[in-house]
């Protein structure tokens, strides 16, 4: 049975920090692209990042580059989020997903199979 859970989110005020935890279990983790999404209220559920299953490869959208990192540790069955100058629009429930085409970063959530239950993030201004 495939998990994904998701650990780190919370209350931080705007311009600061949280580094979001997703920890994988029964899968080959390290064949799989891992990716970051969220969902605001209201709103369809986004792409944030992706990493391959290497760690060579990563996406971001463009409204994090330059403030968020996406990275792995394949040893733990870990990928992290780590989230820098946060702003209240990046408010939204964070969720982490696997997709097992491992070197190949698809943006669509529907290529992703597996998906854990979700972080609320909430950034106040």
């Known amino acids: 049975q495939v998990q994904l859970v998701e650990s780190g989110g919370g209350l931080v005020q705007a311009g600061g920090s949280l580094r979001l935890s997703c920890a994988a279990s029964?899968?080959?983790?390290?064949?799989?692209?891992m990716g970051w999404f969220r969902q605001a209220p209201g709103k369809e559920r986004e792409i944030v990042a992706a990493?391959?299953?290497?760690?060579?490869?990563?996406y971001y959208a463009d409204s994090v580059k330059g403030r968020f990192t996406i990275s792995r540790d394949n040893a733990k069955n870990t990928v992290y989020l780590q989230m820098n100058s946060l702003k209240p629009e990046d408010t939204a429930v964070y969720y982490c997903?696997?997709?097992?085409?491992?070197?190949?970063?698809?943006?669509?959530?529907?290529?992703?199979?597996?998906w854990g239950q979700g972080t609320q993030v909430t950034v106040s201004s």
């Open positions: 997903a696997a997709d097992r085409r491992g070197s190949y970063i698809s943006t669509q959530s529907d290529s992703y199979e597996y």
């Open positions: 029964g899968l080959t983790f390290s064949r799989y692209v």
């Open positions: 990493i391959t299953w290497s760690g060579g490869s990563t």
